[in-house]
């Protein structure tokens, strides 16, 4: 399920197991590279088929929140952490608590914030134990949810995509089909909306689908299976990653794949044969970066229009990424490794990894609301 070869072969540095039976909790943290400053990545709760899905997602999420730190120009490492359950079911106070135990034991390495059926609720439970959680209620100091503005940063992303495909930034008549209209979905359905745009929309979840038809009532419902080769103009995967894979890419009738899904390409491969086919790639660990960059001033004090305008900054970074992708010729979550790599090695160059309470000096949050030391 898990060796020390996987961890090398994608450079983690450490996967924490995490279990209090007395809850039921179930917890995999996995911390990649901590070059930057300590790791910042959601928590999920899902409720996996297997302890190896389990495994394989963090790891893959955990990866990317890396290079997500990176290419934002972030001073954070990436990691993840994924709580295995039913989160119609196994919730409760005494899981998150004993989680948030957990994550104080990692003195700093990991900060958690709110990912995939994790609300700001439960983080405020999680935060009752440990001050390394971002995304508290507004009421505690935090941002609050982060949805609005890692929706934001997608948008943003889809504006750039506009204007490098069709001379336009606008969205207006132009047709997205969002895979996947969850707090992040249904954010992001309302930007596009008041664009303009039109909207085709999928999910598993008849809660979501009744309320993105109650928020949005133009948009047109779609069987998941449909959604890949629907006549769209912008596939916006929204949900899980890997939808762009064998079996789903020849289906694209789209111009553009632009979402706030993480590891939305199932296999590197799969961003060259999106090059082969016309189909700009907008890369995913850039533009759903929004609500990381949101939360991650919450340890200098959180500002809402601080916190939009580094998020705009994503329409730039966008639109260099497409050039630097048509310069070199490479596909364009190839061009955006390189720029995040870059970043990395040259910061490897002059330190090594977070220590942890030690090396507090690097974590801008604990001269503000952290009280370790």
């Known amino acids: 399920m898990l060796s020390f070869e996987k961890l090398y072969s994608m450079g983690h540095e450490e996967v924490v197991f995490f279990s209090e039976p007395s809850c039921g909790l179930k917890a995999i943290v996995a911390i990649h590279d901590t070059t930057l400053g300590p790791a910042l990545g959601g928590t999920r709760m899902w409720n996996y088929a297997s302890e190896e899905e389990a495994v394989e997602d963090v790891l893959r999420l955990s990866k990317g929140m890396t290079y997500k730190a990176a290419i934002s120009g972030l001073n954070l490492g990436g990691g993840k952490a994924v709580i295995i359950g039913d989160p119609k079911k196994d919730k409760s106070e005494a899981l998150f608590r004993a989680y948030g135990r957990f994550i104080e034991s990692l003195n700093g390495r990991y900060i958690s914030a709110e990912d995939v059926n994790i609300t700001v609720n439960d983080i405020d439970h999680v935060y009752t134990e440990t001050n390394y959680v971002c995304g508290v209620a507004k009421s505690h100091g935090g941002s609050g949810n982060p949805a609005p503005y890692t929706a934001l940063g997608v948008f943003r992303g889809m504006q750039a995509s506009a204007m490098k495909t069709w001379g336009s930034k606008s969205i207006k008549d132009k047709i997205v089909a969002i895979q996947g209209v969850g707090s992040v979905g249904l954010e992001l359905g309302k930007l596009i909306a008041e664009d303009g745009g039109k909207i085709l929309f999928t999910d598993i979840s008849e809660d979501n689908i009744k309320r993105f038809k109650a928020e949005i009532p133009n948009a ?153 030391l």
Request: net charge negative.
């Open 220 to 372: 047109e419902f779609v069987e998941p299976d449909a959604i890949y080769g629907a006549n769209a103009d912008i596939y916006a995967p929204c949900a899980l990653g890997a939808t762009i894979n064998d079996d789903t890419i020849d289906q694209l009738k789209c111009k553009i794949v632009n979402g706030a899904a993480n590891n939305q390409l199932k296999e590197d491969r799969h961003g060259d044969i999106l090059k082969e086919k016309g189909i700009l790639y907008a890369p995913d660990y850039l533009i759903n970066a929004g609500g990381l960059m949101n939360v991650s001033i919450e340890f200098e004090g959180w500002n809402d229009s601080k916190s939009r305008r580094m998020i705009d900054t994503i329409y730039d970074t966008t639109l260099d990424i497409f050039n630097l992708s048509e310069e070199k010729n490479i596909s364009v979550n190839k061009a955006t490794d390189l720029l995040a790599e870059r970043r990395l090695e040259s910061m490897k160059k002059i330190q090594t990894t977070f220590l942890g309470r030690g090396s507090d000096h690097r974590f801008p949050g604990s001269k503000v609301r952290h009280s370790m």
